[in-house]
């Protein structure tokens, strides 16, 4: 394919496209680049006839020949994209599986060697996300499957939450944006996507202080009052956390009028349509484009 054997006048013959037209083709919109040879002599390969002759078929079809190289360029950006796009999905789907292998087999040092490629190679959100959060579903589901022991959950959840804690940690955030407090709603002790949702707003620069696993409401109003934010957000995983968790953000306006309150959480899948319309503004969605359109709203 990449070997210039054709000289112009043999592409001429083969495509029935005159070498005048050609070489105008060239000049103008430069999508190929011919092999010249020691006389200088244009050489073309098997790749440039597999284009040209793409691009014959479009003008045929009635397209402008600057509408076809458009057409190719579109093309080959998404097929570039697809390729870099699978490759990525494959190298996520074997570092999730070692990884997952070496949880499995309690071995730390191997997890957390795993854990610093993955951190390397890929950007803090899609880790967290995709690979790390990826492993915790499975972990999960094992688990409530009989198919591994509660040590071999407990052994994975610690290592992760500790690896995605720490990221957390050392993310700089902007002195300029509004302090948030994040904490899992009263009940709570699932973190993990109170985790993300924490990494989020601080990449997006917010001060960010993160409670984790749900506080008394008592003990909750005295921290509003001392470090006063401008946001609350708070996760719900479990329906029968939620009708708790909206009293309280009832009471918090009451207490605190100023106070912008977000909520999030699989939960609020199973809400009532009263309560949904009631509590539409503090639904902060699900996915990270919901979590900014929340913001800016």
């Not at 070489?23 to 050489?43: K, T």
């Not at 020949?65 to 697809?82: F, H, T």
């Not at 977000?262 to 899948?269: R, V």
Request: proline fraction near 3%; include cysteine; hydrophobic fraction near 40%.
């Amino acid at each position: 394919m990449q070997e210039g054997k054709y000289n112009i006048k043999a592409v001429s013959k083969l495509l029935g496209i005159q070498p005048g037209t050609l070489r105008a083709w060239e000049r103008r919109y430069q999508f190929i680049e011919p092999i010249r040879n020691d006389s200088g002599h244009r050489l073309y390969t098997e790749k440039h006839l597999k284009i040209l002759k793409w691009l014959i078929n479009k003008t045929d079809q009635g397209f402008t020949i600057s509408q076809a190289v458009s057409l190719l360029e579109s093309s080959e950006k998404i097929e570039g994209e697809a390729v870099e796009t699978k490759q990525n999905n494959d190298q996520t789907v074997k570092l999730t599986n070692e990884l997952l292998d070496a949880l499995l087999d309690f071995d730390e040092n191997k997890a957390q060697t795993i854990i610093s490629q993955a951190f390397s190679m890929y950007t803090i959100e899609h880790t967290v996300v995709e690979i790390l959060g990826g492993i915790l579903v499975q972990i999960g589901n094992k688990w409530e499957n009989g198919e591994i022991t509660s040590a071999h959950e407990h052994f994975a959840s610690s290592i992760l939450k500790a690896r995605i804690s720490s990221i957390m940690h050392t993310i700089p955030t902007s002195g300029l944006l509004p302090k948030a407090l994040t904490v899992c709603a009263p009940g709570e002790k699932h973190e993990f996507g109170l985790l993300i949702f924490t990494i989020f707003l601080k990449r997006k620069g917010y001060e960010t202080i993160y409670l984790g696993e749900s506080i008394a409401d008592d003990d909750l109003f005295i921290v509003l009052n001392i470090i006063k934010p401008a946001f609350l957000f708070m996760s719900c995983s479990l329906s029968e956390n939620l009708p708790g968790t909206l009293e309280l953000i009832d009471e918090l306006w009451r207490e605190f009028p100023d106070l912008k309150v977000g909520l999030g959480g699989e939960a609020l899948n199973h809400m009532s349509e009263d309560n949904r319309t009631k509590f539409n503004h503090v639904l902060i969605g699900g996915i990270q484009s919901d979590w900014t359109k929340w913001l800016k709203s």
